[in-house]
């Protein structure tokens, strides 16, 4: 059972444009919505995160948009640049002494042409 | 640098094989999860340690086994190797419940 689902599975924007990825989840007991961005070669890195009680987040060009009613959730990248382009991955997790476990989407491959 | 360091960076074995894979975390986390990445599969969670303890288990084979030492640094061991478990495997660090800081990862590739 797929508890993330990510769309698309990649996409292409030209420099300066606006990169949208959407990701959905099923489980509301989900509470902390963080997004991952990878390098070819590396390991994910925490790129922002977001918690239900915020409708959004921004940090320098990047932004998440929360949706709690429809369960869904977007990381907009603005003003894209080539080095932007890596593969995003969003994730969730829930309370619980189990931790912090993190259940990702199947990622989007961004690339972003000069 | 996340401070996560994972060894080997690369594994070449053969199926039927064991093999151990190492994770340090950052300095001050007690946490420790480790994650297999594959084409097909996507990042999928295998076992979570807290200070020693198992704490959560997901998606691993009985044939894969971690602990979790003294020092915090864990291990991963995966036995009796098939074609269809060679992945990235990372692990990754936090404190307890925030941050997920995730190493550089192991290729295994099992021939």
């Known amino acids: 059972q797929q508890q993330v689902k990510q769309s698309p599975q990649s996409l292409i924007v030209q420099k300066g444009g606006i990169s949208i990825i959407n990701c959905a989840y099923e489980?509301?007991?989900?509470?902390?919505f963080p997004w991952y961005q990878q390098f070819p070669g590396k390991g994910p890195a925490l790129l922002i995160a977001i918690r239900p009680d915020v409708s959004e987040k921004k940090e320098g060009r990047f932004t998440i948009s929360f949706n709690k009613s429809a369960k869904q959730f977007s990381l907009h990248i603005m003003d894209s640049q080539p080095g932007d382009s890596a593969t995003y991955f969003c994730?969730?997790?829930?309370?619980?002494?189990?931790?912090?476990?993190?259940?990702f989407g199947g990622g989007t491959r961004v690339l972003v042409k000069p | 640098d996340s401070g996560v360091t994972q060894t080997p960076k690369h594994l070449i074995t053969a199926t039927g094989q064991r093999v151990t894979l190492r994770c340090s975390p950052r300095s001050g986390d007690l946490s420790v999860y480790w994650y297999q990445q594959s084409l097909d599969q996507g990042l999928q969670f295998l076992i979570h340690y807290y200070n020693g303890e198992e704490r959560a288990k997901g998606n691993i084979l009985e044939r894969f086994s971690a602990q979790q030492f003294p020092d915090l640094h864990s291990e991963l061991n995966l036995s009796s190797l098939e074609l269809g478990d060679s992945a990235l495997y990372f692990c990754?660090?936090?404190?307890?419940?925030?941050?997920?800081?995730f190493g550089p990862g192991t290729r295994l590739t099992v021939l």
């Open positions: 489980n509301t007991a989900f509470d902390y």
């Open positions: 990754a660090s936090s404190v307890w419940r925030d941050t997920q800081y």
């Open positions: 994730a969730a997790s829930k309370p619980g002494a189990a931790g912090n476990k993190l259940t």
